[in-house]
């Protein structure tokens, strides 16, 4: 399995710069998000303190990203894996990313992506 610890995390997006509050409703906040980029959500897990989002552009069926939002600090993370694919991931790919690299661990508590930001 692979360590979180590999993955290059940056934010990319914050509550503030959509207009909004992180004490929001989380639907209203990934809504914003979402209209900002243009993308739609293909797969979304929500935690307490954060959720994890895999985002695709529309028609595009190779273009997922995956992202964490900071409940607590109202910010969107993009997560690079150094797995060497570029321009994106298709559906058929998402589970396993999210498993190998552990995604998930970092949803459940994003304050672990300040330890994994490059």
Sequence with gaps: M???LAID???????????TRPE???AEIVAGFLKLGEGVVAHWVEYARGALLFVMAPGDARSGEFYIYDRRKGSFWLLSLPDGVFGGYGMC????KIKDFRLLDLAEDPSRLAAVRH
């Design 2 to 4: 692979t360590s979180s």
């Design 9 to 19: 995390a940056r934010p990319v997006v914050s509550t503030g710069d959509l207009g």
């Design 24 to 26: 929001r409703d989380i």
């Design 93 to 96: 790919d998402m589970r396993q």
